[in-house]
């Protein structure tokens, strides 16, 4: 449906679990409303005085949205980490711009701390509010027309909300086959399980969600069919798919079909980085780095992918956004957008757990976003996505240097349709590594170069270990994932990334894996750790035996 032709959110009352419709508005919370009351005497609450608030004011050197070029430079370049070890920090220092948020306010409107640290609605704070609604507005643009924006302390506390607000005990929830483990651990203890759904490159497949859905039996399920789906759709964590425009639409019709409410966890949605191109290819991007203007705001929008929102014209879709990896995650600010209906449920499960996130944070946020604009907050985002693409690129560049890597296509599995490169021994002039592992063209691991996100899911081909035999997959992954870490290097291991016990990824026979986070360690760092790898593996790949 196009987004122009929008209407209402259709009554999808009958999604709410037992808990949900027995949540009723806090008693104290209920009082809210009056608080904005011109000359209200509230005398009901127990709000300590502002005037006892230990802080006069916050005050914090804000980076300039223009901190991070929106192409590579020589100054950002993996070369110039080298001197950055051996030079002082203040030869780098960052361009700020001061910010003050007062205790109380000098004019109507302004942020400060006396209503920012009390006590509040689970809603945003006004400013903030109007800010994340025009930000929807024109980056996500719901296809239904009345649409609302709640705030949570981030997006695992937005769907342990949403799973309460929504599901049962003794039902099920949707999910890519591989997926973020925190969402499935918070679920599990309220009775409520995993139904992994086949992935491949373009992460969870429509027709295989069909399949399961027009399948499904209860009797021998032992539960219902599931109402409620989990996706990470940009960035998918942990395989780093992101799905197009057209398997969206495909999974949303399905949804539509068999009444299914779509949770779209998309933290990773503004780092979409675009295809790795191996080093001695690239050619330089001249960008602009100046201010960012609305024109270059709306091509910016324009080149990622739509959110199930643009889609969305049931109101059918919540989706959890959070400000973890645009601003910091200790900032614990994130929010919902979905249809009233669901955002009223979900306020009365916050006001009784968290009320509201921390004031603090609020604050702070609401105020750089404020002092930057929509626009330079557009600009900060396309920074961001540079930075990361340099760090993405570099970390492959250095598996790269350290193994063979043979360009293959995938015709099957979670990575179906991609260019897989798969990593063998590489032979160095300077080694005699020929006489020392003589099974050097032996495939170790292979991975897909992310097109967004901040991980590198690796496979590991543990079926060409020497002492392989079926069934040996998990021992010899955390054989593997132990060596590494007693040599200074953690990875993520594989199995917590299964969606339950019993997911099998259909071309996984002999397959162990790793998620490799680029995101954090410095240049010289990741360079150190692929080293480290290199070793390892080589190493383990030739043990006879267990």
């Known amino acids: 449906m196009s987004v122009e032709r929008r209407t209402k959110s259709i009554d999808l009352s009958h999604h709410l679990s037992e808990l949900s419709k027995a949540r009723i508005t806090s008693p104290l919370k209920g009082l809210q409303k009056y608080?904005?009351?011109?000359?209200?005497?509230?005398?009901?609450?127990?709000?300590?005085?502002?005037?006892?608030?230990?802080?006069?004011?916050?005050?914090?050197?804000?980076?300039?949205?223009?901190?991070?070029?929106?192409?590579?430079?020589?100054?950002?370049?993996?070369?110039?980490?080298?001197?950055?070890?051996?030079?002082?920090?203040?030869?780098?220092?960052?361009?700020?711009?001061?910010?003050?948020?007062?205790?109380?306010?000098?004019?109507?409107?302004?942020i400060n701390l006396a209503s920012s640290l009390q006590y509040g609605a689970a809603v945003a704070q006004g400013q903030l509010q109007v800010f994340l609604k025009h930000f929807i507005s024109e980056v996500?643009?719901?296809?239904?027309?009345?649409?609302?924006?709640?705030?949570?302390?981030?997006?695992?506390?937005?769907?342990?909300?949403?799973?309460?607000?929504?599901?049962?005990?003794?039902?099920?929830?949707?999910?890519?086959?591989?997926?973020?483990?925190?969402?499935?651990?918070s679920m599990l203890p309220a009775n409520i399980k995993p139904v992994p759904v086949a992935m491949d490159g373009l992460g969870m497949k429509s027709d295989a969600l069909e399949n399961l859905l027009s399948q499904w039996d209860p009797v021998s399920r032992q539960m219902s069919r599931p109402h409620v789906m989990y996706i990470v759709p940009v960035g998918q964590n942990p395989s780093g798919s992101t799905m197009s425009v057209a398997r969206k639409k495909q999974i949303y019709d399905i949804c539509v079909k068999y009444d299914v409410i779509i949770v779209e966890d998309d933290p990773y949605y503004f780092l979409q980085l675009g295809t790795y191109v191996f080093k001695d290819d690239r050619s330089p991007d001249v960008t602009s780095s100046g201010r960012q203007s609305a024109?270059?705001?709306?091509?910016?929008?324009?080149?990622?992918?739509?959110?199930?929102?643009?889609?969305?014209?049931?109101?059918?879709?919540?989706r959890l956004d959070t400000f973890s990896k645009t601003v910091a995650p200790g900032s614990r600010l994130g929010w919902f957008t979905c249809?009233?209906?669901?955002?009223e449920r979900l306020?009365?499960?916050?006001?009784?757990?968290?009320?509201?996130?921390?004031?603090?944070?609020?604050?702070?946020?609401?105020?750089?976003?404020?002092?930057?604009?929509?626009?330079?907050?557009?600009?900060?985002?396309?920074?961001?996505?540079?930075e990361y693409q340099q760090r993405r690129d570099f970390?492959?560049?250095?598996?790269?240097?350290?193994?063979?890597?043979?360009?293959?296509?995938?015709?099957?599995?979670?990575?179906?349709?991609?260019?897989?490169?798969?990593?063998?021994?590489?032979?160095?002039?300077?080694s005699s590594i020929s006489e020392k592992y003589p099974g050097r063209n032996r495939t170790m691991f292979s991975f897909v170069p992310p097109a967004a996100g901040m991980f590198v899911w690796m496979k590991l081909h543990l079926n060409q270990h020497p002492s392989f035999t079926p069934g040996d997959e998990d021992t010899l992954e955390t054989k593997l994932w132990?060596?590494?870490?007693?040599?200074?290097?953690?990875?993520?291991?594989?199995?917590?990334?299964?969606?339950?016990?019993?997911?099998?990824?259909?071309?996984?026979?002999?397959?162990?894996?790793?998620?490799?986070?680029?995101?954090?360690?410095?240049?010289?760092?990741?360079?150190?750790?692929?080293?480290?790898?290199?070793?390892?593996?080589?190493?383990?790949?030739?043990?006879?035996?267990?």
């Open 140 to 185: 996500y643009r719901p296809a239904f027309e009345d649409w609302t924006v709640l705030i949570n302390t981030g997006n695992t506390d937005g769907w342990l909300r949403a799973v309460a607000t929504l599901c049962n005990p003794g039902e099920g929830v949707l999910c890519e086959e591989w997926t973020y483990p925190s969402a499935m651990a």
């Open 347 to 386: 306020e009365r499960h916050g006001e009784k757990t968290t009320q509201a996130p921390c004031g603090f944070g609020q604050a702070v946020i609401a105020k750089i976003l404020m002092h930057w604009t929509y626009d330079g907050y557009i600009r900060w985002l396309r920074g961001l996505r540079t």
């Open 339 to 343: 249809n009233p209906l669901f955002a």
């Open 395 to 430: 970390f492959i560049d250095c598996l790269a240097e350290e193994f063979h890597l043979q360009a293959v296509p995938a015709i099957a599995g979670v990575w179906q349709d991609c260019i897989v490169y798969r990593a063998s021994s590489k032979v160095k002039k300077s």
């Open 482 to 546: 132990t060596k590494l870490a007693e040599n200074g290097v953690l990875f993520g291991p594989g199995w917590m990334f299964a969606a339950n016990a019993m997911s099998k990824d259909s071309d996984s026979t002999g397959a162990g894996h790793f998620r490799v986070s680029f995101s954090n360690a410095e240049f010289p760092d990741l360079k150190k750790a692929v080293t480290i790898y290199g070793r390892v593996i080589r190493e383990f790949f030739e043990e006879e035996n267990l």
């Open 35 to 110: 608080l904005s009351q011109p000359g209200i005497l509230a005398l009901a609450g127990g709000l300590p005085s502002p005037a006892y608030f230990p802080v006069s004011d916050v005050s914090a050197n804000v980076l300039v949205p223009e901190s991070f070029a929106l192409a590579p430079t020589e100054s950002s370049t993996p070369s110039s980490w080298l001197w950055k070890l051996f030079s002082s920090h203040n030869s780098t220092k960052e361009n700020t711009q001061g910010i003050t948020i007062p205790k109380y306010p000098a004019m109507d409107g302004d």
């Open 295 to 318: 024109d270059e705001s709306r091509r910016y929008v324009s080149t990622l992918i739509p959110s199930f929102l643009n889609f969305d014209y049931e109101g059918r879709v919540i």
